[in-house]
């Protein structure tokens, strides 16, 4: 390569998930640390995804996405949100989502839909690594707000101290990847007022938007019809469907953004796999219950892990929703988390993902010197939570 030649992202490496797998599979280690799931696909999916790749159902699809798709995930907003009546008014499948290869593609669209040059976007740490990157290449400038440790909450008095004439907009993320906080209502209702105050827009990630544990409600975006006036909300069936490989997300949005949405997407990837997309549409007809019992099928292995870990030397952290569980390893050494999670790859044989990767180098040495915190994803069988646990109990 030339030497001349000028990186777009000159800061940024290869990212902790693909570094903790790739340590994971040289020493055989547990894989604990990339977010995706041990168990398979529903058998009823894997059925209607067979059928219509042998039924020959294997084109382009719309770009916007299959119409029977975006009617049966608007149902299923409407179904899940009992959304206000303005709501259900502004969301229509066909005019107002779209089907994309992935939530990454979902939320690197939303943010080029939003943000100019010189925009800036605020953006809560730890946070997941495709914000910063996207905004970047839109020509944008991060702002980032350090959550409250160890309660992962937002300081909203801080936001809109950080807000300005070239705020454009804040990506909010809940539950929340990596910590497994989530908001609350009057979050919400704080945020609205800030958007609204500010003449703001929101990229609202919603991933594991249906799991969260003990009760809690997860609080949408598209739940606030005011809010969701001036919104991108971002979803993914690869969460919800244990699919993570076919690279299924979506997003919500009012028609206007929507509009604008589409024309990126359409020179992005253009349409999403047809025939996972016949498949989820069914899925969700056929099947609803499997997305009401999400919460209750990942609880259970979160507290597998909970339990199985109780008599070690870690601090566990509340789990509010997604499928990951925070430990603090202070009693167990001084090493810095991305040290420990080499370490614990390496000479013990299981892989987590350090936390402070999430954070803006300019936050991190200061995170780096309060905290000594590790992620692990429990969307595993019970066998490989316990084998992980036994040994981790040993340190």
Not at 257 to 281: D, G, M, N
């Amino acid at each position: 390569m030339s030497s001349s030649f000028t990186s777009k992202l000159p800061n940024l490496d290869t990212s902790i998930f693909t570094e903790m797998s790739i340590m994971a599979n040289q020493h055989q280690a547990i894989n604990l640390s990339q977010g995706f799931p041990e168990f398979d696909t529903p058998a009823f999916l894997k059925d209607k995804i067979n059928q219509a790749i042998s039924a020959g159902q294997n084109q382009y699809s719309p770009s916007n996405g299959l119409p029977e798709l975006l009617t049966q995930i608007a149902k299923m907003v409407h179904r899940q949100y009992q959304t206000h009546l303005a709501v259900e008014q502004q969301l229509d499948g066909l005019n107002n989502v779209t089907i994309t290869s992935g939530a990454t593609e979902a939320l690197w669209v939303a943010i080029q839909t939003l943000v100019r040059k010189d925009d800036e976007v605020i953006i809560f740490d730890p946070a997941y690594d495709s914000y910063a990157p996207a905004v970047e290449l839109a020509g944008g400038i991060c702002r980032h707000i350090a959550l409250d440790v160890p309660s992962y909450g937002i300081n909203w008095s801080l936001v809109e101290q950080t807000i300005n004439a070239n705020t454009r907009a804040i990506i909010i993320n809940s539950p929340h990847n990596p910590t497994g906080s989530i908001l609350s209502q009057s979050d919400l209702s704080a945020l609205q007022a800030l958007i609204e105050k500010y003449n703001l827009y929101v990229i609202s990630d919603e991933v594991y938007e249906h799991i969260t544990f003990d009760d809690l409600r997860h609080e949408s975006v598209l739940r606030y019809p005011e809010l969701f006036k001036r919104a991108l909300v971002v979803s993914s069936f690869g969460k919800t469907f244990h699919c993570t490989g076919w690279k299924m997300g979506y997003c919500a949005a009012p028609k206007e953004l929507t509009s604008e949405f589409r024309k990126i997407h359409q020179y992005v990837t253009f349409s999403a796999f047809t025939p996972a997309q016949i498949s989820i549409a069914q899925m969700l007809k056929e099947q609803p219950l499997h997305v009401t019992s999400l919460a209750s099928f990942y609880q259970q292995k979160r507290d597998v892990l909970i339990n199985a870990l109780k008599d070690s030397r870690f601090t566990i952290l509340p789990s509010k929703g997604t499928y990951f569980l925070l430990l603090d390893y202070s009693a167990i050494s001084k090493l810095n988390d991305r040290q420990f999670c080499h370490w614990l790859a390496k000479e013990k044989g299981v892989a987590a993902i350090p936390l402070s990767p999430f954070y803006q180098a300019k936050q991190r040495l200061n995170y780096l010197q309060n905290n000594k915190v590790i992620r692990l994803c429990f969307a595993k069988n019970d066998d490989t939570l316990l084998k992980a646990a036994e040994i981790l109990c040993q340190l």
